[in-house]
């Protein structure tokens, strides 16, 4: 592939750049267009395993919010799940799995569990009692409580963890090549990819910028969830 | 149905097979696995681990005590671990072998730049949440701004600058897994190089990296508590 492509860069411009293994900013606009499926691959990645990450975590919140002393199991094992290296995890996984999205996809939510628990759960910990009081003295029921009281409190919080494992998944989630999902890591690591300077860069840093991104989205969210957060006397 | 399950239980055996007793390599003629070769790649990977955690303390501990003691550069401390995040440890290790070449020298720079983050942020943060009354008692008493940091800010911020290294030291264990793509020789060479190893080999690869990173962060979770001065134990309800 590489050499396909510098080959076709010395026909249209001459220049030897790739040929010295130069970095190249011309090149990667040139040949953008292989990085647009690793790319939404990457983004199908990093999305479904924080969506799947966030549901089993927040039905995990809600029993540790009933049920108090399940919080540390929970915490316990959802730890263990972090710390495990995902690269191991990838390969623990292939001989029940097999390779593709299945094993990348159940490594990274498996990552990014702790994190967003965690935050549910502070979340919820942090709801001010006054505003938990009114809620009662107002009639809720603890369903209408836990909606229309805590969980909008908590957001603040909930969106802070979601950050975090987003961001954090954009980064694991090049490792998912290994596990034969594809992803921008592909761009770096199959064949002489990763001496290759200016690819590196691109796939580097496409990774950095959608993660970046994606950060940008869940701050959006958050003003759009919380506008009392925002009325505030100029 | 039935032997399904037996199925991937036999290859989790073959791999610890292939963790205890050599074997000839796939390519033939050399012999690879064997607790000898698994124990030398276990080295190699706590040896560029270690060293990298190292140099990052060396670095992120005093720069976060001055910055946290000083109040200054806030932005900068709290940032950082953020840009930290966003940046693919893979990618990181690409780009220290794309410009700066193969080696443990460079592996382990990579590693220090993924390592400093969260100690320094975590240092910051610990320092700066002293009680002020605390540091207003010492300097009553007449330390100087040097004992203070020594004597008062360091232990107290003790707990969160562990927590910081402990998370360091988790992540570059798991990273100096694909440090074999630059030349170091560590357990995730058995990851990488399956087709010098085969599936025993990979699979046992991963069984050793996944003991291992429990392993340090179990060891670090039991220093973060021994570190913990008592009367902040105390303390807490």
């Not at chain 1, 505003?131 to 805590?150: F, H, K, P, S």
């Not at chain 2, 400093?116 to 605390?134: A, S, W």
Request: glycine residues 10%; charged residues 15%; contains cysteine.
């Amino acid at each position: 592939m590489t050499t396909l492509a510098q080959v076709q860069f010395h026909e249209r411009s001459g220049d030897s750049c790739i040929a010295r293994n130069d970095f190249c900013p011309g090149w990667i606009v040139d040949h953008f267009d292989r990085y647009t499926d690793p790319l939404l691959q990457h983004i199908f990645l990093t999305v479904t395993a924080v969506a799947c990450g966030f549901a089993i975590a927040f039905v995990l919140a809600l029993v540790a919010r009933r049920r108090h002393w399940l919080n540390g199991p929970i915490l316990g094992v959802t730890g263990v799940l972090y710390t495990l290296p995902s690269l191991a995890v990838f390969f623990l996984l292939l001989p029940i799995t097999g390779r593709g999205n299945t094993t990348a996809l159940i490594a990274l939510t498996a990552y990014t569990l702790q994190i967003i628990f965690r935050n549910i759960v502070t979340g919820l910990e942090n709801v001010p009692a006054e505003a938990r009081d009114a809620g009662i003295g107002m009639g809720l029921t603890d369903r209408q409580l836990l909606w229309r009281v805590e969980l909008p409190l908590a957001l603040p919080d909930v969106i802070a963890g979601l950050r975090i494992a987003t961001t954090t998944t954009v980064g694991l989630a090049t490792l998912a090549v290994f596990a034969g999902a594809g992803g921008l890591g592909e761009q770096i690591v199959t064949g002489s990819n990763i001496t290759f300077k200016t690819g590196v860069v691109a796939a580097g840093g496409l990774a950095v910028l959608l993660a970046l991104a994606l950060d940008m989205v869940l701050l959006g969210v958050q003003r759009v969830l919380t506008p009392w957060r925002r009325a505030r006397p100029a | 149905m039935m032997h399904l399950p037996l199925a991937f239980l036999s290859d989790f055996g073959d791999a610890i097979d292939f963790i205890l007793h050599t074997r000839e390599a796939q390519t033939g003629t050399v012999q690879v696995g064997g607790l000898a070769e698994v124990l030398d790649f276990t080295w190699e990977h706590i040896k560029v681990s270690g060293a990298a955690i190292g140099v990052a303390c060396a670095f992120a501990v005093p720069v976060g005590l001055v910055l946290g003691h000083a109040g200054k550069g806030e932005l900068l401390a709290i940032s950082i671990s953020n840009v930290g995040r966003a940046v693919p440890s893979l990618a990181l290790i690409a780009f220290f072998v794309a410009y700066l070449g193969v080696g443990f020298t460079n592996v382990t720079l990579a590693l220090v730049l993924l390592a400093i983050p969260p100690i320094l942020t975590n240092t910051y943060v610990g320092v700066r949440q002293v009680d002020p009354d605390v540091i207003d008692a010492a300097r009553g008493m007449g330390l100087s701004p040097g004992e203070v940091v020594r004597r008062i800010e360091l232990p107290l911020a003790l707990p969160s600058i562990f927590g910081g290294i402990r998370t360091s030291a988790v992540n570059v264990v798991a990273t100096a897994t694909i440090a074999p793509l630059a030349g170091v020789l560590t357990l995730g060479d058995f990851i990488l190089s399956a087709n010098v190893y085969g599936q025993d080999g990979r699979l046992a690869g991963a069984i050793v990296v996944a003991l291992l990173a429990l392993f340090v962060e179990l060891a670090f979770a039991t220093l973060q508590r021994v570190v913990t001065p008592r009367g902040l134990t105390l303390r807490d309800p």
